[in-house]
C-alpha cells in the first residue's frame, strides 16, 4: 500500500487533470487508470464563463483524493497565497508545491521552493514538493518538514523519461524511509515500470495520457506497468552481468564433451 | 474607485471584497480570493475593506498536472 500524509492507496498511480480533449474523457481516463489521488489547479474565475463551477462538479463526482497544485507560481509568495487558496476551495491540506524558475524549462526555483516548504509545512499543509533531482535540495525539503518528495523525471510534459536516472537511485538510497514519487516528464508506461523497479513509492503524470492518441488505453497501460514494476521491485531482480550465464545447466546436453566447457 | 480583478482593470464602489464579489456575480459560488498577494479567507471577505489600486484574485477549482 502508498502510504502518504496518513493515507493509505491501493494504487501507485497519481493522475494529472490538465489537457484532456473533454470532461467525460477525464474521467474514462481516471477510471481506467485505478488512480485514487488527482492533481488539480486553480484559476482565475470569469464571472460570466464560471468554468470552474462545473470542474468542481466533476471532481467531486471522480471522489478520489484531491492534490491541488500552485502551478504558475514563480515565487514563494505566490505559491504560498496560492496553496493557502486551494486548502479552502479543496479543502485539503494537501498541496503539490510547485515553484518555477522558468518559462522554457518549467524547473523548480528550489530556492523558492525551500522557502515556501518551510512556511506552509508549519502552518499545517501537507507538502509534496516538485523538486529536481539535487540531492542537497531534498535534504533540506526534507529538514523543511516535508514527508515525501516528488522529483522530475524529466522537463514537465517533455515524454522524455528518466533524465537521470543515477540521481533518482541516490535519492532512494538516502531516503529509504520516505515515500518518493516521480513526477513530471514521463512519456511510455516503460518509463513508469523503470521509476518502480527502483523501489520508488508512485508515479506522476499527466501529459502522457491526456495528449496520447487514445487516453484511456494509456492510462490502463501505466497502469499495468506500474503495478508491473512494483512486483519486480518486490521480487527482488536478477543483478545486470557483463557476461552470459547459461539458462539450461550445460552438463548432460546431447554432443556434451567436456573439453567444450571452458 | 479604480482597482484591478484578475489582472483587469475594474471601476467599483464596493465597499468590502465580498460586497466586490457578489457584485460580479460570485454569491455562493466555489472561488478563492486574495487581496495584494494575500489570502483572504471567504469568512473574511465581508470585513476586507477595498482601496483604491488593490489587486484581487479571485480564482476557482480547474484542470491541473
Redesign the interface.
Given at each position: 500500500m502508498l502510504e502518504l500524509y496518513g493515507s493509505e492507496f491501493s494504487s501507485r498511480m497519481l493522475l494529472?487533470?490538465?489537457?484532456?480533449a473533454s470532461p467525460d474523457l477525464?474521467r474514462q481516463a481516471v477510471e481506467a487508470s485505478g488512480a485514487e489521488i488527482v492533481?488539480?489547479?486553480?484559476?482565475?474565475?470569469?464571472?460570466?464563463a464560471?468554468?470552474?463551477?462545473g470542474?468542481?462538479g466533476l471532481?467531486e463526482e471522480l471522489g478520489r483524493q484531491v492534490l491541488?497544485?500552485t502551478?504558475g507560481c514563480r515565487s514563494a509568495?505566490?505559491a504560498i497565497?496560492t496553496a493557502?487558496?486551494?486548502r479552502?476551495?479543496?479543502g485539503t491540506n494537501w498541496i503539490k508545491l510547485e515553484v518555477i524558475a522558468n518559462d522554457d524549462t518549467l524547473q523548480p526555483d528550489v530556492f523558492g521552493l525551500v522557502e515556501a516548504a518551510t512556511e506552509l509545512n508549519a502552518d499545517g499543509f501537507d507538502v509534496l514538493p516538485y523538486t529536481t533531482e539535487d540531492l542537497s535540495v531534498a535534504e533540506r525539503l526534507a529538514a523543511a518538514g516535508c514527508e515525501v518528495l516528488m522529483p522530475w523525471g524529466s522537463p514537465?510534459?517533455s515524454a522524455r523519461g528518466l533524465a537521470n536516472k543515477t540521481a533518482l537511485k541516490t535519492l532512494r538510497a538516502y531516503f529509504p524511509d520516505t515515500p518518493l514519487i516521480v513526477d513530471a516528464g514521463l512519456g511510455v508506461p516503460s518509463h513508469a515500470a523503470e521509476v518502480m523497479e527502483l523501489g520508488y513509492d508512485g508515479v506522476l503524470l499527466?501529459?502522457a495520457v491526456?495528449k496520447a492518441g487514445n487516453p484511456v488505453a494509456m492510462a490502463r497501460g501505466f497502469a499495468r506497468a506500474i503495478e508491473g514494476g512494483r512486483l519486480a521491485y518486490e521480487a527482488g531482480i536478477v543483478e545486470p552481468r557483463d557476461m552470459a550465464t547459461p539458462s539450461t545447466p550445460i552438463a548432460g546436453t546431447p554432443f556434451f564433451k567436456i573439453d567444450n566447457a571452458s | 474607485m479604480q482597482i484591478l480583478v484578475?489582472?483587469k482593470r475594474l471601476t467599483t464602489d464596493a465597499n468590502s471584497l465580498d460586497d466586490l464579489c457578489r457584485a460580479?456575480?460570485?454569491t455562493d459560488?466555489?472561488?478563492?480570493?486574495?487581496v495584494n498577494?494575500?489570502?483572504v479567507?471567504?469568512t473574511a471577505r465581508a470585513r476586507t475593506p477595498l482601496t483604491e489600486a488593490d489587486e484581487i484574485?479571485?480564482?476557482?477549482?480547474?484542470?491541473?498536472?
Open positions: 494529472g487533470t490538465a489537457g484532456y477525464l492533481t488539480v489547479s486553480l484559476r482565475r474565475e470569469s464571472a460570466r464560471k468554468t470552474g463551477q470542474f468542481w471532481i491541488p497544485n502551478a509568495k505566490e497565497t493557502q487558496m486551494a479552502e476551495l479543496f514537465i510534459g499527466n501529459t491526456a | 484578475n489582472g460580479l456575480g460570485f459560488a466555489k472561488i478563492a480570493t486574495a498577494g494575500a489570502f479567507a471567504a484574485e479571485i480564482v476557482a477549482p480547474r484542470q491541473g498536472g
